[in-house]
C-alpha cells in the first residue's frame, strides 16, 4: 500500500487507537466493500497481527481459538449484508465460554434500513446470547459525536475482560471514504477500568477536588476516610444539598460556579475524583482529568474528561491513596471558604424580592438541627443551593428521574421512618397539585411540615436564562402551564390542607413570612402537620436568579459570557479548542 495510510474516517481512527493503547492486536479479516477503510487503515500499521478468512463462520471460531490460546482479544472484521450473519455460531460460543471476541461488524448509514437499498440489512438488534455488549458508532461529525463514540468504544474494548469477560459488538458506520493520506493517528482519550485487585495508578499532581452528587447520607468511616484523603493532597470536596457528606472539607459551591461575570477559578482542577449519582445543582466544574469511583464500574463521563473508572466502594479508593501522614495543609479549602463568605457577604436581603432565593436565604440555616431537607427539582434546588443548611441537616431531591411527579409522596415516605424527627419539604405549585393526593394519606404524621411556593405556574420557564423567557407572558399559555390549580387561589390549598388536619400558614410578603417563619421551624414537635403557602410571582422569582448569580465580576468572567453570546455554544467550544483548553 505505498503511500497509503490511515482512513480519514475518524470514527474508525478513533476505534483504531483505542484498541492500540488497550493493546489489542490480533485481527481476523474478511474482504468486503463496507469494512474496507477498517480492514486497510489495519493491514499498513505493523503493530497489528492480520489474519485473513473468507468464510466468517470460519472467522469467528478461528478468534475463538486465538482468544483461548494467547489468552488476549481479538478483532473481527466484516462488510455488511449476510456475512454478519455468519459469525452468530462463533459468538455463541465465545458468548458461553467468556472469550474475548471483538466483533466489528461494519454498515451503510442505518436510516438506510428498510427501504430497499442493496447490501443494508437490519443489526440494531442482536440475539441475548452472542455479545455482552452491543454499540452502534456512527460517522463522527462533530466534538459531541467524537465525544460519545470515544466513551462508547472504551466501553465496549473494556467489557471483553470485564467480570471474567465475553465477545462484544460494535456496528461501525462508513462512509466508504478513499482518503487514505492520514499518516499519524490521533491519539484518542483512552478510559481505564481499576478492580480492586489491580495495580492502581499513580496519584496525579496538582490542584485536587472530588465531587459528589446525589449521595446517601455517608458513616462515620466514610467520612473520616474521605477527610483523611482530602487531608493528603490539600483538596475539597464540592457538594449539592443530597450530596449526604458533612465532613470538614466540604465546600457548598453552587453559588460561586453560578456566577454568570465572574470564571470561577476555584472549579479549575488538575484531577476531579467523582463520585454519587445526578445532581441537580448543575454545578459547573473544569477537571483536567476524571476518575469517576462507583461499585458499578459504569462509564459515567459527566465532565467529558474521564479517564479511570474505579469499580469498588469509595472507601476502599480513599483509602488507598490517603496518607496515614496526612499533611495539615488546608490552603485549596481556605480558599473556598474566604469566596465563599464573601460572596454570601454581598447578597443584600432587602433588595432581593420576594421569592425562592430570598425565603432560602432566610430559611436555608434555620432549619432545626438533626432534620430532614426535602427539595423540589429545577428552580427549587438551584435556590436552596445557593446557600448552606446546618451540618446536622441532610437532603435529598428526586434527581434520579428528575420529574415533578411524586417528590412530594418520597418526602412522605422518608417521614414515615422516623416520627420523632422534623421533615421538610419545599415545594413549587406544578409539582404540589401534580402529588398532593398523598397529603390525605392516613399514616401523615405530625413531623411533616411543607413550605409551598406558589407562583401560579412552572416559574423555571419564565426564568430569565431559560428558553421559553423568550416567549414572555405567551409562555405562560402552555410552556410554564399558567392558571391552572385556583390560579393562585388562597382558599383552594387552605381548605384542602385544614381539611386534612394540617396547619395552615401563608405569606404575601417578606413581612409575613418573617412572622410565621419561627414558628414553621419550631423545633418542638407540633400536634399536627404544617403546611405553609408562600405566594411570589415569576417576574420576582427571575430577578432574585439574575441578582445572586451577578454578585462577582472579572474580566475573564465578562468575556466569556461576552463569547458565549455572540458566538453560541459551538463558537465558544471552537474558540477553546484553538486556545488548547
Known sequence: MDGKYYTSERSLQILISLLKQHKIKKCVLSPGATNLTFVASLQQDPWFECFSSVDERSAAYIACGLAAESGEPVVLSCTGATASRNYLPGLTEAYYRKLPVLAVTSTQDITRVGH?????????????????????IPVTNGSTDEWSNTLKINRALLELCHHGGGPVHLNME????????????????????IMPQDIFPEFPKGRIAVFIGAHRKFTDVETATLDAFCATYDAVVFTDHTSGYKGKYRVPISILSSQEKEHCELADMDLLVHIGEVSGGYIGMNPHAVWRVSPDGELRDTYRKLTYVFEMTEQAFFEHYASAT????????????????????????????????????????????NS???????????????????????GYANTGGFGIDGYISSFIGASLVHLDKLYFCVAGDLSFFYDMNVLGNRHVGRNVRILLVNNGKGTEFRNYMHPGAAFGEEADKFIAAAGHYGNKSHQLVRHYAEDLGYEYLSANSKEEYLRHL?????SQMTDRPMLFEVFTTNEDESEAIRMVCNLNISVKGVLKKVTKNVVGEQGKEFIKKMMGK
Open 116 to 136: 430497499l437499498i442493496a447490501q443494508v440489512i437490519d443489526r440494531r438488534v442482536i440475539q441475548n446470547d452472542i455479545a455482552l455488549l452491543s454499540e452502534y
Open 174 to 193: 462508513t462512509t466508504y471514504s478513499r482518503d487514505f493520506s492520514v499518516k499519524e493517528l490521533p491519539q484518542a482519550r483512552i478510559i481505564r477500568r
Open 518 to 522: 419561627d414558628h414553621f421551624l419550631s
Open 326 to 369: 496526612a499533611s495539615a495543609n488546608q490552603t485549596y479549602l481556605n480558599a473556598c471558604w474566604v469566596k465563599l463568605k464573601s460572596t454570601w457577604a454581598k447578597v443584600m436581603a432587602d433588595a432581593l424580592p420576594f421569592s425562592n432565593v430570598w425565603i432560602a436565604y432566610k430559611t436555608s440555616l434555620r432549619i432545626p438541627a
Open 372 to 394: 430532614v431537607l426535602f427539595l423540589g427539582i429545577l428552580n427549587t434546588l438551584r435556590t436552596w443551593n445557593y446557600f448552606d443548611i446546618p451540618d446536622t441537616v441532610y
